[in-house]
């Protein structure tokens, strides 16, 4: 049974390469997925898209503004996924939900729905989704789902549960047309126990990476950072104690934990991030600089053979913004083995007994803490350490 799969926001092909590796016999009928079509309006993250997926037919993916997309055009397809930019849902920087310029894009993903019909979608977003407008944001966009004719299982997958090297919570939504007549079912996170999560260790050295490995650049950092990063103990950040004074941090407003954080190589990472000034990239526990692209590429479990197209901080946008290859793979198996009628071991979704009763109230339980003045006052902070222009933070 094969599934041929069309993609709204496709990314660099995180969530497609997981769908690839997700095939199975069962009595001698082989169940897989097809890369169909495929959607991004960003040149480098397309090219990385068809230089890895599917070199035999560049011309599959299409590099345009989805609001411009003629999805009349687009041909038949078995299943559809679609991250849909977090950008105004994530609970740092201003979080304009549904009134945001990102924030309405999903309702191309609905319209792919109702006019495509496919057997079941995927769609993935960053966990403040749920909170965003006040908690009206997720329902609305999982009440359109549902009205486009799928039953849906949204659930906050964390990553390190399932293998991957990196502390990653996506909300995932799993929609099965209501033609099929069920649900679908969570995978059991087979490493509920923190002792078994993959570490950053593994992930960097199991193997080894090669110098002259894809996207493996190092960055030139100013003297002082070094120095600073030398005397940042892992797992510790820019305001650790022990920082000598003439290399402390000039910077007002909020100490974002993750500041010149270098990685605690005996648990899984924190969360890889696609952008972000000085201070932000991630950095080394046995060696005083930043992650390389390639080593960012391995905490979200991508291949070393996967090449990125593009400058290094477009690269390092693009492997930011992904879905953990391996994770969805995980998810997507088991959408699989669903259709072959397998059995697989199952949990509950996060939001499976109070779905009914946030979607007739139209919102979530849970709404951002503190008063409006109060969030705005958290925004300006976080912009303000985020923004390497107003920061200016060394590289
Ligand atoms: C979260 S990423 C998707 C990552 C992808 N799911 C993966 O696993 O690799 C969102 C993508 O949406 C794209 N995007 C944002 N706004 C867009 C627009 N207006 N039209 C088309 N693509 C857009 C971005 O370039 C980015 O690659």
Same mark, same amino acid.
């Given at each position: 049974?094969?599934?041929?799969?069309?993609?709204?926001?496709?990314?660099?092909?995180?969530?497609?390469?997981?769908?690839?590796?997700?095939?199975?016999?069962?009595?001698?009928?082989?169940?897989?997925?097809?890369?169909?079509?495929?959607?991004?309006?960003?040149?480098?993250?397309?090219?990385?898209?068809?230089?890895?997926?599917?070199?035999?037919?560049?011309?599959?993916?299409?590099?345009?503004?989805?609001?411009?997309?003629?999805?009349?055009?687009?041909?038949?397809?078995?299943?559809?996924?679609?991250?849909?930019?977090?950008?105004?849902?994530?609970?740092?920087?201003?979080?304009?939900?549904?009134?945001?310029?990102?924030?309405?894009?999903?309702?191309?993903?609905?319209?792919?729905?109702?006019?495509?019909?496919?057997?079941?979608?995927?769609?993935?977003?960053?966990?403040?989704?749920?909170?965003?407008?006040?908690?009206?944001?997720?329902?609305?966009?999982?009440?359109?789902?549902?009205?486009?004719?799928?039953?849906?299982?949204?659930?906050?997958?964390?990553?390190?549960?399932?293998?991957?090297?990196?502390?990653?919570?996506?909300?995932?939504?799993?929609?099965?047309?209501?033609?099929?007549?069920?649900?679908?079912?969570?995978?059991?996170?087979?490493?509920?126990?923190?002792?078994?999560?993959?570490?950053?260790?593994?992930?960097?050295?199991?193997?080894?990476?090669?110098?002259?490995?894809?996207?493996?650049?190092?960055?030139?950092?100013?003297?002082?950072?070094?120095?600073?990063? +030398?005397?940042?103990?892992? /797992? $510790?950040?820019?305001?650790?104690?022990?920082?000598?004074?003439?290399? &402390?941090?000039?910077? #007002? *407003?909020?100490?974002?934990?993750?500041?010149?954080?270098?990685?605690?190589?005996?648990?899984?990472?924190?969360?890889?991030?696609?952008?972000?000034?000085?201070?932000?990239?991630?950095?080394?526990?046995?060696?005083?600089?930043?992650?390389?692209?390639?080593?960012?590429?391995?905490?979200?479990?991508?291949?070393?053979?996967?090449?990125?197209?593009?400058?290094?901080?477009?690269?390092?946008?693009?492997?930011?913004?992904?879905?953990?290859?391996?994770?969805?793979?995980?998810?997507?198996?088991?959408?699989?083995?669903?259709?072959?009628?397998?059995?697989?071991?199952? +949990?509950?979704?996060?939001? /499976? $007994?109070?779905?009914?009763?946030?979607?007739?109230?139209?919102?979530? &339980?849970?709404?951002? #803490? *503190?008063?409006?003045?109060?969030?705005?006052?958290?925004?300006?902070?976080?912009?303000?350490?985020?923004?390497?222009?107003?920061?200016?933070?060394?590289?």
């Amino acid at each position: 049974m094969i599934f041929k799969k069309g993609e709204l926001f496709c990314g660099p092909g995180g969530l497609t390469l997981g769908a690839k590796l997700a095939q199975f016999e069962k009595d001698g009928v082989v169940y897989k997925i097809e890369h169909e079509w495929a959607n991004d309006y960003d040149e480098s993250t397309c090219e990385t898209f068809r230089h890895n997926i599917c070199p035999d037919k560049p011309e599959t993916v299409i590099c345009e503004d989805v609001r411009k997309l003629d999805i009349t055009k687009l041909s038949g397809i078995d299943c559809f996924s679609f991250g849909f930019p977090c950008n105004d849902y994530s609970i740092i920087g201003e979080s304009k939900g549904l009134d945001g310029k990102y924030g309405p894009l999903y309702s191309y993903g609905i319209k792919v729905l109702k006019h495509h019909h496919p057997k079941w979608f995927i769609a993935e977003n960053v966990g403040g989704l749920e909170s965003a407008n006040e908690g009206q944001a997720f329902v609305k966009i999982l009440q359109e789902m549902e009205d486009a004719g799928y039953n849906i299982t949204p659930h906050l997958y964390k990553f390190q549960e399932y293998g991957i090297p990196q502390n990653r919570h996506r909300i995932i939504i799993v929609g099965i047309h209501k033609d099929f007549g069920w649900t679908f079912k969570v995978p059991k996170a087979p490493f509920k126990d923190p002792s078994l999560w993959k570490t950053t260790r593994q992930a960097l050295e199991e193997p080894p990476i090669l110098n002259n490995s894809f996207n493996h650049e190092f960055t030139k950092h100013k003297k002082k950072v070094i120095e600073m990063l +030398e005397n940042i103990p892992p /797992g $510790e950040n820019a305001w650790y104690e022990g920082t000598p004074e003439h290399l &402390k941090l000039n910077v #007002k *407003g909020a100490k974002l934990s993750n500041i010149y954080k270098r990685l605690n190589p005996d648990v899984p990472a924190y969360t890889v991030t696609g952008s972000g000034g000085g201070g932000t990239h991630m950095y080394h526990y046995a060696e005083p600089r930043a992650l390389t692209n390639r080593e960012r590429a391995r905490l979200q479990t991508f291949p070393d053979w996967f090449e990125f197209v593009g400058g290094k901080e477009c690269v390092r946008k693009q492997i930011g913004m992904a879905v953990p290859p391996e994770g969805s793979k995980v998810i997507i198996e088991a959408i699989l083995k669903s259709f072959a009628g397998i059995n697989y071991k199952t +949990e509950s979704s996060k939001w /499976g $007994e109070e779905l009914s009763e946030m979607l007739s109230k139209g919102k979530t &339980k849970k709404v951002r #803490k *503190g008063s409006l003045l109060n969030q705005r006052r958290n925004k300006q902070k976080s912009n303000e350490i985020l923004n390497e222009k107003q920061t200016k933070l060394p590289i």
